[in-house]
């Protein structure tokens, strides 16, 4: 059984920045495809990055240049960098590994303009 748990989230101000971190249990993460999702109130879940088992990385648009996507083998654990942040990415962030299909619980990110 899989289990992923988010950690990071928080209340930030605008340009501040924030790590996610999501901590894998019972598979390796550098095995499977992980991702970070978010889903802002009233908003269908988003792809916000990926990071592939080569370590090939994808982001959504509107968070190139200031969301940084990481693998920390050693740790089993999946980062999520988030630098320059803006009122609109507040949301609840999920961790997802694609395949197999797991999710974490999600973290709350709040940022204040």
């Known amino acids: 059984q899989v289990r992923l748990v988010e950690s990071g989230g928080g209340l930030v101000q605008a340009g501040g920045s924030l790590r996610l971190s999501c901590a894998a249990s019972?598979?390796?993460?550098?095995?499977?495809?992980m991702g970070w999702y978010r889903q802002a109130p009233g908003k269908q879940r988003e792809l916000v990055a990926t990071i592939s088992s080569r370590g090939i990385t994808n982001y959504a648009d509107i968070v190139k240049g200031r969301f940084t996507i990481s693998r920390d083998n050693a740790k089993n654990t999946v980062y999520l960098q988030m630098n320059s942040l803006k009122a609109e990415d507040t949301a609840v962030y999920y961790c997802?590994?694609?395949?197999?299909?797991?999710w974490g619980q999600g973290t709350q990110v709040t940022v204040s303009s």
């Open positions: 997802r590994m694609i395949s197999p299909n797991y």
């Open positions: 019972g598979r390796i993460v550098s095995l499977s495809v």
